[in-house]
Nanobody, 124 residues
Framework: QVQLVESGGGLVQAGGSLRLSCAAS????????MGWFRQAPGKEREFVAA????????YYADSVKGRFTISRDNAKNTVYLQMNSLKPEDTAVYYC?????????????????WGQGTQVTVSS
């Protein structure tokens, strides 16, 4: 099993920044991709960004490219999501997820483990 704990959410004004953290524990060696998803009220959970543990290859949803940066610290088993130039439409619960498959995927079904989520609210 893998446990994921997110932190760093909060309330910020449009144009501001936040950094989310996801601390992983347990059988983290069994995971390949680490991802961030978000879910706004009444909407489906959507992919935001993902990164591999081994070579740190990142990829992003088009909606966040150039504004968000995903990174990882293997020594701390922690993944980060730096969010800049935040917009009201970024408001959502943000979830950290881990995938045991080396296959890159942007769908929630491709991830095996999930954190409890952290709220991000961007005011206009």
């Amino acid at each position: 099993q893998v446990q994921l704990v997110e932190s760093g959410g909060g309330l910020v004004q449009a144009g501001g920044s936040l950094r989310l953290s996801c601390a992983a524990s347990g059988r983290t060696f069994s995971t390949y991709w680490m991802g961030w998803f978000r879910q706004a009220p009444g909407k489906e959970r959507e992919f935001v960004a993902a990164i591999t543990w081994n070579d740190g290859s990142p990829y992003y949803a088009d909606s966040v490219k150039g504004r968000f940066t995903i990174s990882r610290d293997n020594a701390k088993n922690t993944v980060y999501l730096q969010m800049n130039s935040l917009k009201p439409e970024d408001t959502a619960v943000y979830y950290c997820a881990a995938s045991s498959s080396p296959r890159r995927t942007t769908t929630p079904l491709g991830y095996d483990y999930w954190g409890q989520g952290t709220q991000v609210t961007v005011s206009s």
